[in-house]
Nanobody
Framework: EAQLVESGGGLVQAGGSLRLSCAAS????????IGWFRQAPGNPIEGISC????????HYADSVKDRVNILRDDAKNVVHLQMNSLKPEDTAVYYC???????????????????????WGQGTQVTVSS
């Protein structure tokens, strides 16, 4: 089973930037997708970005589009989430998760549904002050 560890969270002022990292280990999957999710207190978990291993396709939620960039470092099995122009409403615990099961489309594609992902990290807190 894959193990995921997030890092890079912290306290930042509005307008600032953070780079979150998701280090993956303990798996030998040839194909997978890694997604970033976040959950603010009292809110449901929200998928914000995802990247596939097979073709490197990237996906962004409207809430973060144009402010976030997801990057994959295959040599280190790390996926980064570069977040810019942060807003107080970005305050949340951020999780990365890996999807390694073939889906109904015959491959492993990104998804916004948490239940589609198989292993999760412990989360990293991001707090944006106004």
């Amino acid at each position: 089973e894959a193990q995921l560890v997030e890092s890079g969270g912290g306290l930042v002022q509005a307008g600032g930037s953070l780079r979150l990292s998701c280090a993956a280990s303990g798996f030998t999957f040839v194909d997978y997708a890694i997604g970033w999710f976040r959950q603010a207190p009292g809110n449901p978990i929200e998928g914000i970005s995802c990247i596939t291993r097979s073709d490197g396709s990237t996906h962004y939620a409207d809430s973060v589009k144009d402010r976030v960039n997801i990057l994959r470092d295959d040599a280190k099995n790390v996926v980064h989430l570069q977040m810019n122009s942060l807003k107080p409403e970005d305050t949340a615990v951020y999780y990365c998760a890996i999807k390694d099961r073939v889906d109904g489309q015959g491959g492993i594609h990104c998804s916004w549904f948490p239940e589609d992902f198989d292993s999760w990290g412990q989360g990293t807190q991001v707090t944006v002050s106004s």
